[in-house]
């Protein structure tokens, strides 16, 4: 099991710029795929970006452009850099950790990932 703790959540104007950090530790297996999800109110959690052990990114398409997931794993710490910050990007932000698909790509749903951060909030006001 992966420990995952969030932090770097916060609230900005729109079209301001947070960075989100998740500290990871437990037993990093050597394929994985870490990835940021996010629940708004009234919401379904959904994704947001991922990364897999190769470094090869994916993101949703309300995000693309604005935002870029990394990881330093020097550090264990994923991050997620947050720009152009819109109303509709308010929500929770998880980070979350999973089994990548047998070609190495990362699955989009949460279910496919089974490790979890508690969430740190991000509010965005116009």
């Known amino acids: 099991q992966v420990q995952l703790v969030e932090s770097g959540g916060g609230s900005v104007q729109a079209g301001g710029s947070l960075r989100l950090s998740c500290a990871y530790s437990g037993y990093i297996y050597s394929s994985i795929c870490m990835g940021w999800f996010r629940q708004g109110p009234g919401k379904e959690r959904e994704g947001v970006a991922r990364?897999?052990?190769?470094?090869?990114?994916s993101y949703a398409d309300s995000v693309k452009g604005r935002f870029t997931i990394s990881q330093d794993n020097a550090k264990n710490t994923l991050y997620l850099q947050m720009n152009s910050l819109k109303p509709e990007d308010t929500a929770m932000y998880y980070c979350?950790?999973?089994?990548?698909?047998?070609?190495?790509?990362?699955?989009?749903?949460?279910?496919?990932?089974?490790?979890w951060g508690q969430g740190t909030q991000v509010t965005v006001s116009s």
């Open positions: 990364i897999n052990s190769n470094g090869r990114t």
């Open positions: 979350a950790a999973g089994r990548p698909r047998w070609n190495g790509a990362c699955y989009t749903g949460a279910a496919s990932f089974d490790s």
